[in-house]
């Protein structure tokens, strides 16, 4: 089992194609299989420390893992049972059920457990859960005390991370292959409890993958306050929304940030102010330039994006600006340019979709020639050649006014730094993650601004 950063995330499609693409090099679904089933095996054995383990089987090759599940528990000693939503109806299942040769109790029946494994249903699930399937699932996950998932837990769109009916939550998911978008995506992510990726010989090179700890550049005896990235943050209406972007740059490792308007008293000293005018607009020092955080929409704001564009810096646009700015213009303007919208700001620059998360990311990053970093509960990052980064679900207590603020600015730190604008975004969701998992319970955007240092520190 290994940890998931830096993972590739694989639709059912491009799971599939690469399944296929290890048969054509001489591999079999019966083996792969064998592979898989063995592998979760390893890992349930490990963790039900003897205790009785019921795997629950499906009709298909989700179904066969679970089969193979069973009967190498069983060949370790393991006390096993299987109950089973109807036979196997793939040829690999129906080889992986000839392994078991013990009874097969049916699923409305079964007699609960303490470890309990959902081999129901994985990427294959086309339609939503029958009501008779949630309640044995959610009767049997009740009365367990470790509930584990292959592939994913039964009940939930692979691609998009929908549920398809209730599906019950799970304390370990065990990704065979490849993580797929529902690892990631909400509600299903939820759902997944701890996910852990498991090698079953395919080769899984995607261009979505998931973000891992970034390498960001060192100082050295070279460096100096302009050379380590320059950052400038527009000031617009309310000034505590910048300064609070501005703070979290430096703290992400900006060598020198300026706050570019009136400020407030109770700045950090270390931060520059300057006049918002021209001159300062076309410092060439500027490594990235931020506009949006309590800028305001008003004509005078939006004049005020206008020069931004009209800038050659690298810009990351957030907050109020994603309102006064369209997609069209963006890509016109061309240049780096990172967005980070939450869900409304995107719906209100791109329009509704009914796509993935993941789906509609991509879309905005090639209508707008920006990077994208969707941000939520699940933040999708996706680049305008495709490539898309996911990040891992984060501390909820995230869901605090200015967290935006201080995303923004730990993304422009690393524009700043020299990274490209996808890495930048990347390396910026994963410090704001890092700083908020420090910070714990109950803090504040300005307290999540200053543990951006910690989580900065610790990747040197
Ligand atoms: N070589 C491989 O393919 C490997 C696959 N692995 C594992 O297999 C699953 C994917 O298996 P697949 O058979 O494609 O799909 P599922 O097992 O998830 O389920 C499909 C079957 O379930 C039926 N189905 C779908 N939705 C429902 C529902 N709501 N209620 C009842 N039955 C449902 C479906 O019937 P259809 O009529 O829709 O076709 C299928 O019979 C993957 O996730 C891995 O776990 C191995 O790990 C690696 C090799
Ligand atoms: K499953």
Not at 125 to 135: E, F, G, K, N, Y
Not at 161 to 174: E, F, H, I, Y
Not at 443 to 448: Q, R, T, Y
């Amino acid at each position: 089992m290994r940890k998931i950063a830096g993972a590739a995330v694989l639709t059912a499609v491009e799971m599939r194609a690469a399944e296929a693409g290890a048969f054509d090099r001489g591999d079999d679904a019966v083996a792969m299989m064998q592979r898989a089933g063995h592998a979760c095996a390893a890992a349930v054995g490990r963790l039900s420390a003897g205790a009785e383990v019921l795997v629950l089987c499906g009709p298909g090759n989700n179904g066969g893992d679970g089969y193979v599940i069973a009967a190498s528990l069983a060949a370790a000693g393991q006390p096993v049972r299987v109950a089973a939503l109807g036979a196997p109806n793939t040829d690999t299942a129906v080889q992986a059920r000839t392994g078991w040769h013990r009874p097969v109790e049916a699923l409305g029946e079964a007699f609960p457990a303490p470890v309990l494994v959902d081999a129901l249903f994985g990427i294959g699930i086309s339609c939503p859960l029958d009501d008779t399937v949630v309640a044995a699932l959610s009767r049997l996950g009740e009365a367990a005390r470790l509930t584990i998932a292959v592939d994913l837990p039964s009940g939930v769109d692979s691609d998009s991370g929908a549920r398809l009916g209730c599906p019950a939550p799970v304390d370990l998911t065990l990704a065979l292959g490849a993580l797929k978008p529902a690892h990631l995506l909400q509600p299903a992510a939820a759902l997944c409890g701890t996910v852990r990726l498991l090698d079953i010989g395919v080769d899984a090179s995607a261009t979505a993958q998931v973000i891992g700890p970034p390498t960001l550049p060192e100082p050295g005896p070279q460096s100096h306050k302009f050379n380590r990235g320059m950052v400038a943050v527009v000031r617009g209406r309310m000034a505590g929304a910048a300064e609070l972007c501005a703070t979290a740059a430096m703290h992400a490792g900006a060598g020198y940030v300026a706050l570019l308007g009136a400020s407030m008293p109770g700045a950090p000293h270390a931060l520059v102010r300057r006049r918002l005018d021209d001159e300062a607009l076309a410092d060439r020092r500027i490594a990235a330039l931020v506009v949006g955080p309590g800028l305001g929409r008003d004509d005078d704001m939006r004049a005020l994006v206008e020069r931004a564009l009209a800038s050659e810096h690298a810009l990351v646009i957030d907050g109020d600006a994603l309102h006064l700015v369209t997609p069209e213009q963006l890509r016109t303007r061309g240049g780096q340019i990172i967005l980070t919208p939450h869900a409304g700001e995107f719906e209100a620059l791109f329009g509704r979709s009914d796509g993935s998360k993941l789906d509609r990311a991509r879309a905005a990053a090639n209508a707008s020639g920006a990077t994208v970093v969707f941000k939520g509960p699940d933040t999708v990052i996706a680049a305008p050649d495709g490539r898309t980064r996911l990040a891992p679900a984060a501390n909820n207590w995230l869901s605090t006014a200015g967290s935006g603020d201080v995303l923004a600015g730990a993304i422009a730190s690393c524009l700043a730094a020299g990274l490209d604008p996808l890495a930048a975004a990347a390396a910026g969701v994963w410090l704001h993650g890092e700083a908020a998992r420090r910070c714990g319970a109950a803090f504040i955007a300005d307290d999540l601004a200053r543990a951006l240092t910690q989580a900065r520190a610790a990747l040197t």
